[in-house]
């Protein structure tokens, strides 16, 4: 403090300022949050943006918020150079951007953020800080403009992360298998849409309730969980459904997209049709 006839007066710290430019674009943010690991939310999200990269020509950013890193994993024989830690950035918002960390892939105009198990131990000490929700919403003020789309990949829980995400998000879509838990949790993360709704990102939208992993063979059973939960969720609920291929798995064994590794198979398909109705819901 500085004392001047005895007035205090705060000192005036200029803010500090971020090394990344703005470019020319001005990405729709999506994040992929559920309540239960296991439902697709990891292919969901990885198969979205190379859909866009790939058949759209967009430019992509994958932000990994899960500490499982499964995104690296997903994608880890495509990765074509190292980046930085998201924990870097998320501990300083207002000096560093996302974009300053990511890595390139393979993929034409795909970008994802590194894995970072650092991210667990900072979700458990970032409880203390004042707007520790609008962490990552400021680490992507600028990441916004050098992208078409961003998709954020949360962990498999509603914590600080998936509150930070939903704060930062246009929109956020909740992939769902048909199993009881799965479908149980999907209640609990509307909620915390609404909530983020109401105090901190009025402007959030829920894209979608995303069903997966949904087996053809199991006709009456779905029948009877789709009468329920359509009931639970109206119009929530998207028509497009994604089915069982075990191409889809081998492709993440693989470290490769499923564009890459079997362009063909019904996998490849059920992903481009869901990332055109998405597009046109995100206005790309």
């Known amino acids: 403090m500085r004392m001047s006839m005895g007035v205090v007066r705060p000192i005036r710290r200029r803010a500090p300022t ?5 470019g020319p674009h001005h990405a729709k943010v999506l994040a992929v949050a559920a309540q239960k690991g296991g439902v697709g939310k990891t292919t969901t999200a990885v198969s979205l943006a190379a859909a866009w990269s790939r058949l759209r020509g967009l430019k992509v950013l994958v932000v990994d918020l899960d500490p499982q890193a499964n995104v690296s994993i997903s994608l880890r024989a495509q990765v074509a150079c190292e980046g930085g830690a998201l924990t870097e950035v998320l501990e300083a918002p207002k000096q ?32 203390g800080r004042i707007g520790k929700e609008l962490l990552l919403r400021s680490a992507l003020q600028v990441t916004r403009t050098h992208y078409d789309v961003i998709v954020l990949d949360c962990p498999p829980h509603i914590g600080g992360l998936t509150v930070n995400a939903l704060v930062a998000a246009d929109q956020v879509l909740v992939p769902t298998s048909l199993q009881a838990l799965s479908v149980a949790g999907v209640g609990g993360l509307i909620e915390a849409v609404d909530a983020v709704q109401a105090d901190l990102n009025p402007t959030l939208e829920v894209a979608g309730v995303l069903l997966t992993q949904v087996d053809g063979r199991s006709a009456r059973v779905n029948e009877a969980v789709l009468d329920m939960v359509g009931d639970a969720w109206g119009d929530l609920l998207l028509e497009r459904q994604i089915g069982v291929d075990n191409t889809l798995a081998r492709a993440q064994l693989a470290g490769e997209d499923i564009f890459g590794f079997a362009a063909g198979c019904r996998g490849a398909g059920w992903y481009s049709d869901l990332a055109d109705d998405l597009a046109e819901r995100l206005g790309l």
């Not at 971020?18 to 703005?22: A, D, G, I, R, V």
């Open 18 to 22: 971020k090394s990344l430019k703005p």
């Open 96 to 127: 560093l951007e996302v974009a300053e960390i990511a890595a390139e892939t393979s993929i034409d105009g795909l970008s994802i953020t590194p894995m970072d198990p650092e991210l667990q131990r900072f979700e458990d000490r970032m409880n």
